[in-house]
């Protein structure tokens, strides 16, 4: 079992940034690699960004350039920092433990219960 828990959501205006962390616990010795999902309104899950154990990252086209994900393997959290937010970027954000292969994310079953990211001017 993995716990998830994430923070960092917020409101801001366009243009602006933000920073999620990911605080991971308990047996991670399955883990290659963590996610960040989004979830807009209406929309499907889509992932945003992962980063694998030996700190190789995956990014959205749509958020190439604008956001990076890093991690600390000490205190076992992921952070997505977010640059340049636009209204489309609005969405609960999930982390997720899964496993990248071949330059692609897969999700596992763990999953944190979300944090709400709104961007509106």
């Known amino acids: 079992q993995v716990q998830l828990v994430e923070s960092g959501g917020g409101y801001v205006q366009p243009g602006e940034s933000l920073r999620l962390s990911c605080a991971a616990s308990?047996?991670?010795?399955?883990?290659?690699?963590m996610g960040w999902f989004r979830q807009a309104p209406g929309k499907q899950r889509e992932l945003v960004a992962a980063i694998t154990s030996e700190g190789s990252t995956i990014f959205a086209g749509s958020v190439k350039g604008r956001f990076s994900i890093s991690r600390n393997t000490t205190s076992h959290t992921v952070y997505l920092a977010m640059n340049t937010l636009q209204p489309e970027d609005a969405a609960v954000y999930y982390c997720?433990?899964?496993?990248?292969?071949?330059?692609?994310?897969?999700?596992?079953?763990?999953w944190g219960m979300g944090t709400q990211v709104t961007v509106s001017s």
């Open positions: 997720n433990s899964g496993a990248a292969i071949s330059g692609n994310y897969y999700p596992g079953d763990f």
């Open positions: 308990g047996d991670m010795s399955s883990i290659n690699a």
